[in-house]
């Protein structure tokens, strides 16, 4: 499809066709297309080596493309990178900072990088410092901060221009539950100021906050939407929880069963994935307790994204990109 | 009667200050053999200077401790051959192939020629990099690197394992494939050490110690940690989610709100009270609510009330 005719409708915050890059035979991103309304929290999720930052960095316009186009803002990312940088925000998985500035100097430096004048420097700095928790740290030395604080700063340093679009790639990696929470707070405030957001996370309670999602996976995208459809749409069966005393006796045991076509552990409570949940019930009652485990209940529920990335990432019939 | 096992580690008013920042202060702690015990608590709390200490990697500035039957001051070298330390931020040869990164591993701990194979490729299995052995390690991605860091520290199989968030940036099918890799040790008798950001994976430890400013501030088995939240957990499904949770959190009876995954959490006093004074709020706002209901608290639940007690 050509990409001319979808630039002008303005509404489009990333528009990408047969996006590829390739490192030698490896095929890293493999001709994938992308739409990103503006305004819109999109979440990139898929397993570790599926192409997600590679996607990123040429989307930022930091990484040529092998084959295929993209327009971000408007923007084509190979013919215009000067104006793209300027309305963009990136945070990088491993954001570097300088280790040896204090909090206040690293935001300043991003802002002077952008071209601020002094009084707006200040303005942005000192709101930014405000508004993220970061005071009574200004003066810290970048190098001593933890991962929390680091992330807000890095988060500040990309959004000291006021970006259109802010790409973040895992920018909670690492990060105690409750800096994650105070950090997607920050994120939505964006969001409802209009920043188009895309995110890539590993947390699948953190996907569940996007208003659409896209799996990658090997490089090519197997599921796109809003949580719920991708939800109904991708998993091939019925899902049960079970909650035992002994959960990985009861993992084991349930794994040896026919009926039951995967088995994973959610902290101690196990997610069992059937094709019937109301032939199963009965019967795992009846062959747990056959195989000596005692079993506390099983019940069945709504599968969480969690269950749904198992299904497009594991090697489950019906799932993955062969499927 | 026989005497009950050493502990595998035993922790005395352990200390150690930066100038005038006391990273760790003054922890007392005991893990049993075969234990797997979480270490929690907020970024900065002293998790990462304690374990560098219990892999004699950082000397205390006071107290003593005693990892695998070695003093952690005065035994580094026995320490070092006895116990798996997996830091932050694992050095990987980045220059080697992620085949070469295990072997070199293996051969400096010594692992035993007829075992070597074996090994490898169980790692190489979990950790899906098998495809990618022939790479060199400074072109894989950030989760990659990080699930070969683990292999390598994994390899010689020790005795204890000391792990620095080992899962950090790892996919959930990954990190669920690590943790069956570590049970599977700790049956053979490894015990395990771990600090995590995930609590899911906190949940799944014996026991839990929560950090906080340096202190160890409570040590439980998850179901006990649970027992120690003071006030009761609301779960709210309710649409348009944010707009739900602002209400929520603009109420005096409300301590904490989050978004859970698709729902509402809400920490407060006494649910019984606090549930039409939160349904009558929301329905004024406009906010139709699906379901409202008390939720047995969650470890994620946990922690947020914990860091608010111990803040106060
Ligand atoms: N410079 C490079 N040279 C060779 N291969 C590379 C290079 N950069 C990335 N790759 C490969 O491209 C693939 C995609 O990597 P990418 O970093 O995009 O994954 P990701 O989805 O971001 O993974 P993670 O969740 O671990 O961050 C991987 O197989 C990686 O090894
Ligand atoms: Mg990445």
Redesign the interface.
């Known amino acids: 499809m050509a990409l001319g005719a979808l630039s002008t409708s303005g509404e489009a915050a990333v528009v990408a066709r047969g996006l590829t890059k390739r490192?030698g035979d490896l095929v890293a991103v493999d001709g994938i297309d992308l739409d990103i309304r503006r305004g819109e929290v999109f979440g990139f999720l898929?397993?570790?080596?599926?192409g997600k930052?590679t996607t990123i960095r040429m989307l930022c316009g930091i990484m040529d493309a092998t084959a295929g186009e993209a327009r971000v803002l408007g923007f084509d990312v190979r013919s215009q990178r000067e104006p793209l940088k300027a309305r963009i925000g990136y945070m990088s998985?491993?954001a570097s900072l300088y280790a040896d500035l204090t909090v206040v100097e690293q935001l300043d430096f991003y802002a002077r990088v952008y071209g601020l004048d002094a009084r707006t420097r200040q303005e942005k700095v000192g709101g930014w410092i405000e508004s993220s928790g970061l005071a009574g740290r200004e003066r810290d030395m970048v190098a001593t901060?933890?991962?929390?604080?680091r992330q807000r700063l890095a988060l500040g340093c990309a959004i000291m221009h006021h970006p259109d679009l802010l790409l973040l790639d895992?920018p909670t990696?690492?990060?105690?539950?409750?800096?994650?929470?105070q950090f997607?707070d920050l994120i939505?405030r964006f969001a409802d100021e209009g920043t188009t957001v895309m995110v890539t996370t590993?947390y699948?309670?953190e996907a569940?906050?996007c208003d659409r999602l896209a799996f990658i996976y090997g490089g090519r995208i197997v599921a796109e939407g809003a949580?719920e459809e991708i939800k109904r749409a991708h998993l091939p069966g019925d899902l049960l929880a079970v909650t035992a005393p002994e959960w990985?006796r009861a993992l084991e045991a349930s794994r040896a069963l026919p009926y039951v076509r995967d088995a994973?552990?959610?902290?101690?409570t196990l997610h069992l994935l059937v094709a019937d949940a109301e032939t199963a019930v009965p019967a795992l009652a009846r062959d747990l307790a056959a195989a000596g485990v005692r079993v506390d209940s099983i019940a069945p529920i709504v599968p969480?994204?969690?269950d749904i990335?198992?299904t497009l990432?594991?090697d489950i019939p019906g799932g993955g990109p062969d499927g | 009667m026989r005497a009950p096992p050493e502990p595998a580690v035993v922790i005395q008013d352990l200390s150690r200050s930066f100038g005038p920042v006391k990273a760790v202060d003054r922890v007392t702690l005991s893990v049993a053999q075969r234990e797997v015990f979480g270490l929690?608590?907020?970024?900065?709390a002293g998790k990462t200077t304690l374990l560098r200490m219990l892999a004699g990697i950082l000397n205390p500035s006071g107290g003593r401790a005693t990892v695998a039957g070695a003093d952690v001051h005065a035994q580094p070298e026995l320490l070092r051959r006895q116990i798996g330390y997996m830091p932050?931020s694992f050095s990987l040869y980045r220059d080697l192939t992620v085949r070469e990164n295990l072997h070199f591993f293996a051969e400096i701990y010594q692992v035993p020629g007829g075992e070597m194979a074996s090994r490898t490729e169980r790692l190489l299995a979990f950790s899906?990099l098998g495809p990618?052995e022939r790479s060199l390690a400074e072109?894989?991605?950030?989760?990659?690197r990080?699930?070969l860091a683990l292999a390598c520290t994994l390899i010689h199989e020790p005795r204890l394992l000391l792990l620095d968030?080992p899962t950090?940036?790892?996919?959930?099918?990954?990190?669920?494939e690590f943790?069956s890799i570590l049970?599977d040790l700790n049956r053979q008798g490894t015990t395990v050490l771990v600090a995590t950001?995930y609590?899911?994976e906190a949940?799944?430890c014996t026991r839990i110690g929560f950090m906080f400013g340096g202190r160890l501030l409570s040590v439980a088995p998850?179901a006990g940690m649970k027992v120690q939240m003071q006030g009761e957990v609301l779960e709210i499904v309710a649409e348009p989610?944010?707009r739900a949770l602002a209400v929520a959190r603009g109420l005096e009876v409300v301590r904490t709100g989050?978004?859970?995954?698709?729902t509402l959490h809400l920490t407060v006093p006494d649910a019984a009270s606090a549930e039409p004074q939160v349904r009558a709020a929301l329905e004024r706002a406009g906010i139709p609510v699906r379901s409202l209901r008390v939720a047995p608290a969650?470890?994620?639940d946990v922690?947020?009330a914990l860091?608010g007690q111990a803040a106060r």
């Open positions: 490192f898929g397993p570790n080596g599926a930052t998985q491993r901060l933890s991962g929390g604080w895992e990696s690492g990060v105690d539950p409750l800096s994650r929470r997607w939505y590993h699948m309670d569940e906050h949580p990985m994973a552990l959610y902290g101690t969480t994204l969690e990335f198992v990432t594991g | 929690i608590g907020p970024d900065g932050q899906r990618f072109h894989l991605s950030g989760g990659m990080q699930k968030e950090t940036g790892v996919d959930p099918v990954s990190r669920r943790w049970y950001p609590m899911d949940d799944r998850p989610r944010r989050s978004i859970f995954g698709d969650s470890l994620e922690f947020i860091m």
